[in-house]
């Protein structure tokens, strides 16, 4: 409900169209509401309207824009509209009626309803029509939506407001306001607060008082009266926690419907806006941990009271004497400080800036990251790693462990547990140079050194366990056939182990896949062992197939690709020219140039006949280049690099002119 007070859709207001105060009169959406048709009626629901030119007299930080997903009609020109939105399936706006000064394109097509009603519409580059019966816009998925709302304007159809009460009695409810929203559910209309309450439907609305103050109401209609109960009175009030109020709300209960009003302090919540609350906080990486404190500079931020501000070290509040540092105020380029025994391995530190519109807060996270070396003997599955930092650490607080696949930050979730782990340090003060093992390490493990845990906010070095080898390929787009080539690395990613030249290993243990299945060859039908250099070549690979190639006993990935063509560019003053690689059709080939006003496209075909090949050049000229929208260019600037793209989805090469 509160989102739908803000605006779901919001623009910046014209600064240049200061809004004046003006006095409350009442907005009627009849012109709008009557084209609403009944056949777009679900279960779940929400009905808004909103008279843009009341609305635009208040001046809002952000003001409201109407629901348009078209470049080709100017929102500026939108008095009002009415917007339904669907949820009972899936989230869907099946159609939305605009109203004011508004034009279509002059390429339309001319048609009438069933009914007789005549209407012009066009399909737009977005999915969807429009149309427009010369008094209002009616934008739908379809055409029968459309024609149904033409023809229940003119009374020749059933209407929505006819066929669901409910949301007519809800848009009623504020009827002076300017901008209303009502929802009904099959399920739960409102917050997840009042998910014990049965509710009929709810409603939001705003009204422009003068151009520094907006009325907000939230009213909901209940089932049963017995349930407007003080908690949920409280928790309608707490719907304008995040918005700057003059007063606190009143509330009115008549029976089952319960209502919330407050004045809106549009003067306060622009000032809001215009302060850059302090935050961005830095913490030099090589500090003195014989200091008595750690300093933190303050990146950014205008001069904001120290009482306005929160410090939170770890979670909990930290004490403004010690941290605030003798200042008033706080503003970019200020230091504050912790005391330094209070400062370990992965702590959390932010500031809140606590305003009417609620807070603003910026966090950072002290000594995140610890150096560690490691080395990994796939054949007895050991993992040593060796501490590489100067820092402390109190080993009792530090675990090793190793996750059969990588963690994924879930918020509020529990992540994996690890398939092994240990506490190699317990009792001791982790130093540079010590080291420690962990046994049953899998090939593509993912290798967590945790501060007192193991879960993803915990780890302070994370490393896979990689299998030796790793595998390149080179693809023939004429002949479609792949060459996928193992290459070693001293064993163990040891560089005082074997030498990558005697790394020697079993074909069995590699596999190539192609789509995700077993490629047609494999290294064990050339070789018994593998060492660097090892070569296999697979015919009949099709342009746009997924290569990988796993350590087979685990599929961890060794090295991947997508098969397709590749051209080598050269770039001098305004000409491209192919230098090398595949000869492809003109005709499936466009460049995308990057320039200093934007950038463009230039079908090659228009350049270059048959196939542009090893010699073969184009030369952009800012007359030959359509932007965006398809419109010609008169000028592109300074080209910073041209990318080719081969049967529109393939990039195959790129140019860099000479800096």
């Given at each position: 409900m509160a989102a739908?007070?803000?605006?779901?859709?919001?623009?910046?207001?014209?600064?240049?169209?200061?809004?004046?105060?003006?006095?409350?009169?009442?907005?009627?959406?009849?012109d709008v509401l009557a084209y609403l048709p009944a056949s777009v009626v679900e279960d779940s629901m929400i009905v808004s309207v909103t008279d843009y030119e009341r609305m635009r007299q208040a001046d809002q930080p952000y003001g409201p824009s109407p629901p348009i997903n078209t470049s080709e009609i100017d929102a500026s020109n939108v008095s009002k509209s009415a917007l339904v939105t669907s949820y009972t399936d899936e989230y869907s706006q099946p159609v939305t009626v605009l109203a004011g000064d508004i034009e279509l394109p002059e390429s339309t097509d001319s048609s009438e309803t069933d009914a007789g009603v005549e209407y012009e519409y066009y399909e737009?580059?977005?999915?969807?029509?429009?149309g427009s019966d010369g008094d209002v816009?009616?934008?739908?998925?379809?055409?029968?939506?459309?024609?149904?709302?033409?023809?229940?304007?003119?009374?020749?159809?059933?209407?929505?407001?006819?066929?669901?009460?409910?949301?007519?009695?809800?848009?009623?409810?504020?009827?002076?306001?300017?901008?209303?929203?009502?929802?009904?559910s099959d399920e739960q209309p409102t917050s997840g607060r009042l998910e014990d309450v049965d509710i009929e439907y709810s409603v939001t609305a705003q009204?422009?008082?003068?151009?520094?103050?907006?009325?907000?109401?939230?009213?909901?209609?209940?089932?049963?009266?017995?349930?407007?109960?003080?908690?949920?009175?409280?928790?309608?009030?707490?719907?304008?926690?995040?918005?700057?109020?003059?007063?606190?709300?009143?509330?009115?209960?008549?029976?089952?419907?319960?209502?919330?009003?407050?004045?809106?302090?549009?003067?306060?919540?622009?000032?809001?806006?215009?302060?850059?609350?302090?935050?961005?906080?830095?913490?030099?990486?090589d500090f003195d941990l014989d200091d008595d404190v750690l300093e933190i500079e303050i990146g950014r931020g205008d001069p904001t009271p120290i009482e306005d501000l929160t410090l939170e070290v770890g979670g909990e509040p930290y004490?403004?004497?010690?941290?605030?540092?003798?200042?008033?105020?706080?503003?970019?380029?200020?230091?504050?400080?912790?005391?330094?025994?209070?400062?370990?391995?992965?702590?959390?530190?932010?500031?809140?800036?606590?305003?009417?519109?609620?807070?603003?807060?910026?966090?950072?996270?002290i000594l995140s990251h610890f150096r560690f070396d490691s080395s990994f003997d796939i054949d007895s599955g050991e993992l040593t790693v060796e501490y590489a930092e100067e820092f402390p650490l109190d080993g009792d607080q530090v675990f090793l462990a190793a996750?059969?696949?990588?963690?994924?930050?879930?918020?509020?979730?529990?992540?994996?547990?690890?398939?092994?782990?240990?506490?190699?340090?317990?009792?001791?003060?982790?130093?540079?140079?010590?080291?420690?093992?962990?046994?049953?390490?899998?090939?593509?493990?993912?290798?967590?050194?945790?501060?007192?845990?193991?879960?993803?906010?915990d780890s302070i070095w994370r490393h896979r366990a990689n299998p030796p080898g790793r595998a390149r390929f080179e693809y023939e787009?004429?002949?479609?056939?792949?060459?996928?080539?193992?290459?070693?690395?001293?064993?163990?990613?040891?560089?005082?182990?074997?030498?990558?030249?005697?790394?020697?290993?079993?074909?069995?243990?590699?596999?190539?896949?192609?789509?995700?299945?077993?490629?047609?060859?494999?290294?064990?039908?050339?070789?018994?062992?593998?060492?660097?250099?090892?070569?296999?070549?697979?015919?009949?690979?099709?342009?746009?197939?997924?290569?990988?190639?796993?350590?087979a006993d685990t599929g961890t990935r060794i090295g991947g690709t997508r098969t397709q063509p590749s051209i080598e560019f050269e770039y001098d003053d305004g000409t491209v020219e192919h230098v090398g690689g595949d000869a492809l059709p003109a005709a499936d080939l466009e460049a995308e140039i990057w320039a200093e006003n934007g950038r463009y496209t230039l079908a090659l075909e228009d350049e270059v006949d048959g196939d542009f090949e090893d010699g073969e050049s184009f030369t952009i000229d800012a007359e030959s280049v359509t932007d965006r929208n398809d419109d010609d260019v008169e000028e592109i600037g300074t080209v910073n690099h041209v990318s080719v793209r081969y049967n529109g989805q393939y990039q195959v090469g790129y140019a860099f002119p000479d800096r």
């Amino acid at each position: 409900m509160a989102a739908a007070l803000a605006g779901s859709t919001v623009a910046a207001p014209d600064e240049e169209n200061v809004p004046t105060a003006s006095t409350t009169t009442e907005s009627t959406f009849d012109d709008v509401l009557a084209y609403l048709p009944a056949s777009v009626v679900e279960d779940s629901m929400i009905v808004s309207v909103t008279d843009y030119e009341r609305m635009r007299q208040a001046d809002q930080p952000y003001g409201p824009s109407p629901p348009i997903n078209t470049s080709e009609i100017d929102a500026s020109n939108v008095s009002k509209s009415a917007l339904v939105t669907s949820y009972t399936d899936e989230y869907s706006q099946p159609v939305t009626v605009l109203a004011g000064d508004i034009e279509l394109p002059e390429s339309t097509d001319s048609s009438e309803t069933d009914a007789g009603v005549e209407y012009e519409y066009y399909e737009p580059e977005s999915d969807g029509v429009i149309g427009s019966d010369g008094d209002v816009i009616v934008a739908s998925a379809d055409r029968e939506t459309i024609e149904a709302a033409f023809d229940a304007n003119a009374d020749e159809g059933d209407r929505l407001l006819d066929a669901e009460s409910t949301i007519e009695t809800g848009l009623s409810t504020f009827e002076e306001s300017d901008a209303r929203y009502v929802q009904i559910s099959d399920e739960q209309p409102t917050s997840g607060r009042l998910e014990d309450v049965d509710i009929e439907y709810s409603v939001t609305a705003q009204t422009v008082l003068d151009a520094d103050t907006l009325e907000m109401s939230i009213g909901i209609e209940l089932e049963d009266e017995s349930d407007a109960t003080d908690e949920l009175i409280e928790t309608l009030e707490s719907e304008f926690a995040y918005a700057a109020t003059t007063d606190e709300p009143s509330v009115d209960v008549d029976g089952s419907f319960v209502s919330a009003t407050v004045e809106r302090d549009l003067a306060a919540e622009r000032a809001v806006r215009e302060h850059d609350s302090p935050g961005f906080l830095q913490v030099e990486r090589d500090f003195d941990l014989d200091d008595d404190v750690l300093e933190i500079e303050i990146g950014r931020g205008d001069p904001t009271p120290i009482e306005d501000l929160t410090l939170e070290v770890g979670g909990e509040p930290y004490d403004r004497d010690i941290w605030a540092d003798g200042h008033g105020k706080l503003e970019e380029g200020d230091t504050i400080v912790i005391d330094m025994d209070d400062v370990e391995p992965n702590l959390s530190v932010s500031l809140s800036h606590d305003h009417e519109l609620g807070s603003s807060s910026s966090g950072t996270t002290i000594l995140s990251h610890f150096r560690f070396d490691s080395s990994f003997d796939i054949d007895s599955g050991e993992l040593t790693v060796e501490y590489a930092e100067e820092f402390p650490l109190d080993g009792d607080q530090v675990f090793l462990a190793a996750f059969e696949e990588r963690q994924e930050y879930r918020m509020n979730e529990e992540g994996p547990e690890p398939r092994v782990s240990t506490q190699p340090w317990d009792g001791k003060t982790l130093s540079k140079g010590d080291t420690a093992t962990l046994e049953d390490v899998d090939a593509g493990d993912e290798i967590v050194i945790g501060w007192e845990g193991t879960d993803y906010d915990d780890s302070i070095w994370r490393h896979r366990a990689n299998p030796p080898g790793r595998a390149r390929f080179e693809y023939e787009y004429d002949s479609e056939t792949l060459e996928a080539t193992l290459e070693f690395d001293p064993l163990g990613d040891d560089p005082e182990s074997e030498s990558a030249d005697d790394v020697e290993r079993s074909a069995a243990e590699y596999e190539l896949l192609i789509d995700g299945e077993p490629a047609d060859t494999q290294w064990t039908d050339e070789f018994d062992t593998v060492s660097s250099g090892a070569t296999i070549e697979v015919d009949e690979v099709a342009v746009g197939s997924d290569v990988e190639a796993v350590w087979a006993d685990t599929g961890t990935r060794i090295g991947g690709t997508r098969t397709q063509p590749s051209i080598e560019f050269e770039y001098d003053d305004g000409t491209v020219e192919h230098v090398g690689g595949d000869a492809l059709p003109a005709a499936d080939l466009e460049a995308e140039i990057w320039a200093e006003n934007g950038r463009y496209t230039l079908a090659l075909e228009d350049e270059v006949d048959g196939d542009f090949e090893d010699g073969e050049s184009f030369t952009i000229d800012a007359e030959s280049v359509t932007d965006r929208n398809d419109d010609d260019v008169e000028e592109i600037g300074t080209v910073n690099h041209v990318s080719v793209r081969y049967n529109g989805q393939y990039q195959v090469g790129y140019a860099f002119p000479d800096r």
